[in-house]
C-alpha cells in the first residue's frame, strides 16, 4: 500500500542543455534584474570575465575568491562589493564553493541568485547554507538563498579535470542514496533520485574515456540535477555527518571523500534499507550489492577508495569517531560509537565491500 508522504517543492527554474548559456540575458531579463555581480574561484576567473564581457554594462565585475566553505570575511568582501557596485544580482558560476557565497550574499542581502553549476555537487538546488566561522562551519536552511535560477550547460563541465568528474558525480549519487532511505522520502524524490543515479552511472564512464563527450557530460549533469533535488527534499544520514565531520575537522577534499565513505556506509545501512539498496543497484546497473556497484564505479574509473589515499591518518580515526557521534542524524540503522569507528575503519582500508 502507497504509504503517507508530505511533498513541498521548491520554486526554482531550471533551464537545461547543451548551449543553454546563451539563453543567460533572457533569464535575467526574466528575473527582472539589471546589474549582476560575477562570482567564481580564482581558478575559474576566466569563465566568469568572458561572461562579465559579454553582459557589458549588465555586469558589475567579477569577485573571484570563492573558496571552500565560504569563510565569513569572504562572504563579507563579497557583499560589500555588490553593495558597492550597486549590483542587484548575483551570477554564480562554478561548483558548491562559488554557488556557497552566492547564497551567503543571498542570505544576508535577500539578492537573487544565479547558479550556472560547473560541477555535480549539487548546491545549485538547495536551500541549504554554510558559513565558515572562527574555524566552525555553520550550517542552516532557508528559502531566500535557494538559486532563483539554474542554467545547466553541459558544455561548461567539459573542463572539469576526470578526476574531479568522477568523485563529484558520485558525490552527487551519495545525496540519492541518502534520499533512497531518508525518513523523509516520498514517491517523487524516490524517482528523481533513481533516474538520478543511473544517468551519472550512464555518464561517468564516458566522461572518462572522452572528457568532451557531450552527451556523457549531460547524462552526468541531468543526473547532477535529480540528486540535488533529492538532497534539497531532506535525507542527510551517517554518509553525510562522516563527510562532513571529515571535510570540516580534517580538511579533506569534498567529492573525494564522499566517494571514498559511500560504499562503507551503504554496506552498514544495508540490512535495515533492503527497498532503498535494492532500487540503487538497479539504478547503478550492478548484478551485485548497492555497496559493491558504488566502490566498483569508483574504482572502475579511477578514483580513490580509501581514506590512507586521501593522507588522513590511521591515529585520526578516533578523533573523527567522537566527532561523528557528538551530534548525530537520524539513520536508517541505530548506531553507536564502535559502529561509527568501525565504518571508519574500513573506508581507511578501501577494500571492495564483499
Ligand atoms: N549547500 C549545499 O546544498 C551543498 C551541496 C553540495 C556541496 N556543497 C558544498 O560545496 C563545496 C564543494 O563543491 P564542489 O565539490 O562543487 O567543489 P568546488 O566548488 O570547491 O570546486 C572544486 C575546484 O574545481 C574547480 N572547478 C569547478 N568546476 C570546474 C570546471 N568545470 N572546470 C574546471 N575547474 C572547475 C573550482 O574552481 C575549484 O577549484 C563544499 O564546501 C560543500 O560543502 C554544498
New binding site residues.
Partial sequence: MLQSFVYQSLPSRVVFGAGSLGQLEAELDALGVQRALLL??P??RHAAEAMAQRLGTRSAGVFDRAV???PIETARAARQVARERGADCAIAI???????LG?AIALDSGLPILAVP??Y???EM?P???ITEDGEKRTGSDAKVLPRTVIYDPE??????VE?SVT?GI?AIAHAAEGLYAASGNPVTRLMAQEGIRALAAGLPGIRANPHDIEARGSALYGAWLC?TV?AHGGMALHHKLCHTL?GSFNLP??QTHTVVLPYVLSFNAPFAEDAMRDMARALGTPDSAAAGAWDLAHGNGAPTSLRELGMSEAELERAADIATQRPYWNPRPLDRAAVRAVLQAAYEGARPS
Avoid: D, F
Fill in positions: 567564481s574561484t581558478q575559474q571552500m566553505h565560504v562554478g561548483g558548491g564553493s562559488t554557488i556557497g547564497k560547473t560541477t555537487a549539487g548546491s538547495t541549504i547554507y554554510g561548461l563541465t567539459c573542463s572539469l579535470p574531479l563529484s558525490n540535488g538532497l571535510g569534498h567529492a
